[in-house]
């Protein structure tokens, strides 16, 4: 129905981009759980514009406010209320995009949806802005994960036709926090130079350029998740598909393991120095059956092109009920596949910690 | 936390291969639909083996028993249960598999989650013998959907290296039961011809081959869907992933998208003849912002090779502790992804209904 | 949406009276767990008819059989369903009512809720026998429970104007099988005897009676349940409310509570001899807030006269538009509360278990 | 596992007694619905403290800020987020209690939950604050309903031993008015007085009383629900189980047809003069096998004496682990049923919205 997920987890998101705020509802939490502002707020800051050429110059902060479900720093149990105040949202930007469907974007669905109530100003509830409190839950669950030993991190896999290195078979969290820590979050600065290059290009030709992103969660126990339809791939996929731009998820080497042999695709279990059962290989991404198998969780996600490009554009007119042009005005980033990262992270993180919830035993 | 998905109208999958029998619940079903028995049970046929060269000879067929919620053909509204008796579960194929997890499947995930509790004779309740009963599901989906004009069709888009056509930005219902009828589901026999050489290629090499399926609904209104984590795209993969062996889920042009400009990538709005809206091109797939666009949906699935090829691989052995290999008994299809064709039919169809069902206006 | 309840524990219920079978699946059971058929057989032999003189002569046993979700007699952590068959399914003890709706049957409200489409032979999907898979799946809940020092017990606490003692503060599990053992499950025989007379004249009036049922489990720990809409006392009520004639439900002493003052109603917090807290009271029936207190929980519920009676009745024809009379054949129990004990104890059982995996912690 | 409820219209409560705020997301509300500011404040007022002797001083309003959802007073189709923001959060009078439980409050039992972590100044997220926002979602659902003819009214049935005039069996919208326009909502004003004297009493007593409250739903349809536990009985309790010291919940003639004959219970069926089945008594309460009959629907709820009396009580101390004495300071309302008549009437405005809007058929 709505802008909810999870299952002991239940993370929902609330508002719209030139409403008075967005915010999330997080439901689930366990008690006692220190949450550190200070990195809360770091991590929130990745997705913000302004740290690299591919983005618009940088906005106000985005400050979660704590309104319910924490007491001196850590959760109580009850369910967590976090809001963003939005600041300006009298923009004028938008103006004429009422009768004129932008391309790519969901005015148009949203209009067909609901009979033209939705206040779609800036995007409404579509808008990528909606993703700062997806990062405030994601955040929080970061952090109840790390003093768990699970880590979560994610890389630039790709702008355009340049692509970053892929991740180690077994990464650990040094190399994510050195990644997160870049103005471009990738493992090759040198392809991160090519890659700002190609969104560089893309911005002087009134364009804009699609990206991936790989993403990798370390330190996931065997055997978390479901059969059949609430696996870690299917609980995964519901929440990346519902990040904006997002068009294509595949885990472990995905539609590459289409095209493979059986004997070149199948990863070989063995025994690791500790006696403990892995794979030799992780071409399956750490899940077998929706189930995890103690490797690293590995996936990615494919992201359209910004929708918003300064050229003109084909599109209808309401009002007049003709094909028409339209003019986008404002600034946009190039590329949001880099400002996503961190979104994905948080993504992942919240799926994470669910599972981990739900494998949680009777006494 | 279990093996059920919906909003609006729920399918739940129950059973084990090599249990009494699989089945399913369904609820929420309008009632008053006529069911045609005869259409769903050709429907199922599809998914069975043997009808060309890359499965295994032809086994009985799967006969679903209406247990429930139907009466004199037609539903009642109440919760349908269907269930199909399991023949052959007496095979002591797989008696040697408790000890050696069999690579790439869900034996040791299982073992892991359920300390070995789990009842994995033939896959137990991972095996690919579970989409029979969501396939009963969703060619029921299908006929009611078929009454409103609307209609899901899909292809084998490649096995191995080998392409099939992709479909048209249009097609129709016509289309759709031409491949259907096909022993293998293909757009181009040429084409076809050489993935049959391709799986006979994998089959003598001891080897197995994956594939990618390509699937269209068409008819479905505009408005369709919810915003974020409810989005088309959410609902759809959460149950492909569901599917036994499905990796990647894409929509429209998907990770492609990810490479383009987006002067390439946004559709263009205009109106038609009809003077409804539609886009002159549909590379996002008939979705935007999670929600239908009156475009067809499309997306594409790829499939890993088949687990179990007749090669020797290496694995651990619970029992003594040690590295050691496998050798797994019993005929096995060289390629799988063809027979889940009509699965990945069946999946789209249960979402349509759902969304459509969800968009019921109240009075 | 439908026949469904449970959060970490999903208990769902299909078929009807007439269909072929009727069956439940409960998903979310541990793995491991050990159920003895004998005693399952046995609990759900207690809401059979032919115990004493208030029920119709005795019936074919209703016999679940296991289709998936357990092997060698332990839960496998897959999906677990059991099937009933229906045996007498051609009676046509109801071929007239199809036109004319039973007063407090569901027969009018399925007309108007599924437009005439419903199989309503024999109260269809509202049949008491439907509590039969309830039954099945909380036999099985109660063996879980006892395992781990949980104890459901109910009686009967009146029929018409006849109030059997009250349960004692603490009760336990010898109470419970005493009480379970006997052919009519009251705690004082001489006020069972005339609860039988209350049965047998309205019997001869040609007329039915109501009834209610006293409810406790023991051994529940502190801390159990959420906050708001999903406390025990909500997660009860939905269950509760969904057995059919049941029209109240309350918990400690309830309704009385609302003639009570503050200082007679609430319960002193004491600590117990072995440094437990508890209440030297327990008229909140071991619940605050919605959360258990360690004390157990009690409940009432009230349960309208059978509907079904000998006499003549007036009721509306569908097929002539006109008031007319109905006269129900058929034998039918005088009262139906003394069946719905061990209904009552099932559904207690299912959502204590569901509580407890609730509760269960993240490592 | 939350403070959340409703399937097509999904109802999440956050906040604490003394955080920085509280509120409701609401999704699902059907988009384009006006609702009017002033006539939601006063419907919030009336559960607000100071109309009557029963209350304690008249305290600030609690306006409920839309953040999300509406635009122009319109409803967009957006989740909808409201906030109240707390004002004395900094009140000291709770502070002796962290260490010792109040009795029939939820102290002891969140305390057993969350191990203490829980902020429970002032009841935290159990505090009957919590029903403002309540309130506030089931104001706008109220509006929706009356759009479609259908009207929500409440009364105090009792205060200890006093009882008001049950309702009429067809009451209208004027009544429902009438009633709510007076400062104790009551039908007979001479047995108002007379409890508001049984409220005097209990407070110079230093003690508080309980009470009941009899809510109506008129112009419902017929076949609004669904079949065993998502009927409308269900559905109700699940959410009035969820108000602070609801301890019963009876629907129709509830507990008292457990006293009855069938004959006196089941309600005859007849024409009306406009050819429209209607009951000729309403014993059942509007609901029949958990579905709508057309009649009005009609429950009774019970609520326990306000738990915090001005004695002294006995309860434990956490800190010296000994059975000790409470005395609890601040002023407190002797009776909390009156201020409890419109939080009923918001319960059941929502879940009459949410049935009806899962009525609404696929076209």
Known sequence: MASVFGERLRVSVFGESHGPGIGTVIEGLPAGE???????QRFMERRQGGRNALSTARKEPDIPKVIS?????????????????????????????????RPSHADYTAFAKWHGHADMRGGGHFSGRLTAPLCAAGGIAKQILERRGIFVGAHLSSIGSVQDEPF????????????AAKPL???????????????????????SVGGSIECMIVGLPAGLGDPM??????????????????KGVEFGDGFALSQMRGSAANDPFCY?????????????GGILGGITTGMPVRFRVGIKPTPSIAQKQKTVSFRTHDNT????????????????????????????????????EVR
């Open 229 to 246: 339809f609430d696996g870690i791939e299917s609980r995964l996929a519901k929440v990346l598909f519902g990040i904006p731009a997002v």
């Open 69 to 101: 479900g924490m007491f001196d720093g850590k959760t109580t149990g009850f369910p967590v209320c976090l809001m963003i105040e939005n600041t300006n949202t009298r923009s004028g930007d938008y103006s004429n995009l009422l009768d004129k469907p």
């Open 34 to 40: 220190q949450v550190d502002s200070d990195t809360l």
């Open 272 to 284: 690791d120095e500790n006696g403990n059962v892995r794979t030799e290989t992780n071409r399956n």
């Open 325 to 360: 042009e339209i003019e986008i005005a404002g600034r946009h980033d190039p590329c949001i596949a880099q400002r996503a990262v961190p979104v994905i992270e948080a993504a992942a993180a919240l799926v994470a910690l669910d599972v981990l919830l739900c494998d949680a």
């Open 168 to 179: 180690p078979m077994l990464p650990d969290a040094v190399l994510f926090d050195t990644i």
């Open 185 to 207: 979050p990738v493992i090759s600065d040198a392809r991160g130079a090519e890659m700002q290059q190609e969104a560089a290009a893309a911005r002087e030709a009134l364009d």
